[in-house]
């Protein structure tokens, strides 16, 4: 059950440790004091009307189409606009009008089909089924099951069927293998399930589980955010335009072998997150939700409300009762029968506001945060979502979409906020785009780039990322293509000469990705196929690329073959994610910044117990360049960009042993010497810390 909550309409319980940790908040404590209050006050009607949020969130077991335990079939539907409901499919023929449903109070309709004569189930496993809905205006439409746990494309057309997923016992999958725990220093790898594989088809959630699972643990990710996975009629959507959000996308395999990714998962010690699409719906009607009783609103606002101009999609009514109880069964569905660990919140910057950040930036004043723009009611859903993960699955992990830096996004609901995890550092991946696009790389600024790096909300945990999947798509470059272009047709290949342009891309593809990964947040996060440089652009098959897969795949291939430079970026990606396993930095405080000095291009500063030294220079090396340290030791490099298995030179003699010199440096109490050459990142530790 649910740990207990104060449910009486009251201020956060625990709202002072908000303050203490951010005293401008105080002059909004009116704001999240009403928000709190919503939240309790609709916690308390679950507990008064459903028997508790355990209860209610279980509620994808008793709506849809379920066989029962004797062989029949139950099945009940929420449709208040519906002048009736029938149920056809496989099993009668197809016949509209054979299996009616029975209208029950507050516009829900059941139907009991009853066991065959001889016991069997009337519905067979694997079978296509439509909920046939009887519209105001006489019409009788075909719709799925908005809780429809599996569909398929219809052979004669385009649009998904529902399939009736009921397995025999001896083809449910069984987990094998306990949750690991969940890690604090989070590194994960964001994955689309479609395109992991070198081969121009979609590929599937085996090969997913056979092929690339190895691969990611190999590389010290300890989390996967699977993306794409809610099931969407549209491929090119890149799984963002979801139609049925009880179903795995059928289109890389059944459920159970989604069961069976996540579980070997599970048992390589590496956690699953989903990433979630409750900010809108794909407005497709045949077999989606939109007018799934005939009417605009249902399950979403009605008039301008109810659709985001940029999207063209549907916008939820987080307010009504029967929305509540979907979304919350949804997450649900998939913690408990998927076994999930958590959740990666798409589009909550659209879900926070009315205007959904539509031609809105944001300073960072707090008049932003507050007031009648903001949408409490889908602030309120988000934090019934996290108090029902985080308590009836400890441990389990939630991370917000959000570019607004809304304040209190990632604090506790029982201190007044919304009760995320992690936010993601969405700034941090335009502004390396914007550096490479912009600027060269001789008139960067120093303290912009550590700027961006740090400017987080006090206790507030960011994950940080130097490249997004949006940078992936076509019309946008990755930032190896950033900065390599072209000749990483013509000079990726061991044997071809190293021009300056392929010298500069291997050297800064490892400097960004370590100082975002050891200075930019809390967890790290890789977009798959970029910790190797993943040349060109991603496109899915549609009518303008003539249906092509060319670009809707990660070749692997590259990275696998010895003669080419990938293989030399993705050693430096496990170096580093194994470098911070042994040297955690992700799940410490924030870094103490000694140095960012603009002439010499030189950044230097220290987290956990490392040390890190970043020389951007295009041309300038520095031997004996002064490092304040703030521990008295002998440190050691660690890590090093510039080591010949990650592309570099190996300019650095790693025998050195660097003592601590007793007289401060740049505000520490120590400094050590370093010899730094252009464009090179170092990690040093003290040599008592390193094994």
Not at 506 to 526: D, F, P, Q, V
Request: charged content about 25%; overall charge negative.
């Amino acid at each position: 059950m649910a740990a207990s909550i104060d449910t009486t309409p009251s201020s956060a319980p625990n709202i002072d440790r908000l303050f203490r940790d951010d005293e401008n908040l105080r002059y909004f404590e009116d704001d999240i004091k009403y928000r709190y209050e919503m939240f309790a006050k609709t916690l308390k009607e679950i507990e008064e009307k459903e028997g508790g949020l355990d209860q209610f969130s279980m509620s994808y077991k008793q709506f849809g189409i379920h066989r029962r335990s004797d062989n029949g079939i139950y099945c009940m539907e929420w449709a208040p606009a519906a002048e009736g409901l029938c149920l056809r499919g496989e099993f009668n023929n197809w016949n509209r009008l054979t299996h009616p449903y029975t209208k029950l109070e507050f516009g829900k309709w059941e139907l009991n089909i009853p066991p065959n004569p001889d016991g069997s189930c009337p519905i067979k496993h694997g079978t296509r089924l439509k909920v046939v809905v009887l519209c105001k205006d006489g019409m009788l439409v075909d719709r799925n099951s908005p809780w429809s746990s599996y569909v398929l494309r219809s052979d004669a057309s385009t649009i998904y069927d529902q399939i009736f997923w009921s397995p025999p016992p001896a083809e449910v999958y069984q987990f094998q293998h306990p949750k690991p725990p969940v890690p604090g220093n989070l590194k994960i790898y964001e994955a689309h399930i479609g395109i992991a594989s070198p081969e121009p088809k979609v590929a599937s959630y085996d090969n997913f589980t056979d092929n690339v699972l190895p691969r990611i643990k190999d590389l010290g990710y300890n989390a996967i955010q699977l993306m794409a996975v809610m099931e969407h009629a549209y491929y090119a959507c890149f799984g963002y335009q979801v139609t049925s959000f009880f179903a795995a996308a059928s289109r890389f395999g059944t459920p159970e072998q989604l069961k069976r990714l996540i579980d070997v998962a599970h048992s390589l010690g590496v956690v699953v997150l989903l990433d979630v699409v409750h900010s809108h719906a794909a407005n497709n009607i045949l077999d989606g939700l939109n007018e799934f009783d005939g009417s605009k609103s249902c399950h979403f606002h009605s008039g301008p409300r109810g659709t985001h101009e940029l999207w063209d999609s549907r916008l939820f009514n987080y307010k009504h009762w029967e929305i509540l109880r979907f979304l919350l069964s949804d997450l649900r569905m998939f913690l408990e029968e998927f076994k999930f660990d958590g959740f990666r919140f798409d589009g909550v910057t659209s879900m926070l506001y009315h205007h959904h950040g539509i031609g809105t930036g944001f300073s960072g004043g707090y008049h932003e945060y507050f007031g009648m723009h903001v949408d409490t009611d889908a602030l309120v859903y988000m934090m019934l979502a996290n108090h029902m993960t985080h308590t009836l699955y400890p441990g389990s992990i939630t991370i917000a979409e959000d570019v607004s830096g809304m304040p209190a996004l990632c604090k506790p609901v029982d201190e007044g906020g919304t009760g995320f995890d992690y936010r993601l550092a969405m700034a941090i991946p335009d502004n390396w785009i914007k550096h490479l696009k912009e600027k060269s790389d001789d008139n960067w600024n120093m303290a912009q780039v550590v700027w961006i790096l740090i400017n987080r909300r006090h206790r507030e945990k960011c994950i940080a990322y130097a490249e997004s999947h949006d940078q992936a798509l076509v019309g946008d470059k990755t930032l190896a293509f950033w900065l390599m272009d072209k000749e990483m047709y013509t000079h990726m290949s061991v044997m071809s000469d190293r021009t300056v342009v392929i010298d500069r891309g291997l050297a800064l593809h490892k400097m960004i990705r370590l100082i975002t990964h050891s200075l930019g947040g809390e967890g790290y996060l890789n977009f798959i196929g970029n910790e190797f440089g993943h040349p060109e652009w991603l496109d899915f098959p549609r009518a303008g690329n003539n249906n092509s897969y060319h670009y809707a795949r990660r070749q692997f291939n590259l990275v696998d073959d010895d003669t080419l430079r990938y293989k030399l970026l993705n050693n430096f990606d496990r170096a580093m994610n194994t470098t911070e396993d042994k040297l955690p930095w992700l799940n410490t405080d924030q870094a103490y910044i000694s140095c960012k000095h603009e002439s010499d291009k030189v950044i230097v500063f220290e987290r956990g117990v490392c040390v890190f030294v970043f020389n951007f220079h295009p041309t300038s090396s520095y031997t004996d360049y002064n490092v304040g340290v703030e521990k008295s030791a002998v440190y050691r490099i660690v890590l090093d960009t510039d080591l010949v298995e990650f592309g570099g030179q190996s300019r650095i003699d790693h025998n050195t042993a660097h003592t601590t010199i007793n007289s401060g440096w740049n505000g520490r109490s120590h400094h050590i010497k370093v010899y730094i050459p252009s464009r090179v990142g170092l990690v040093l530790a003290p040599e008592d810390f390193i094994q």
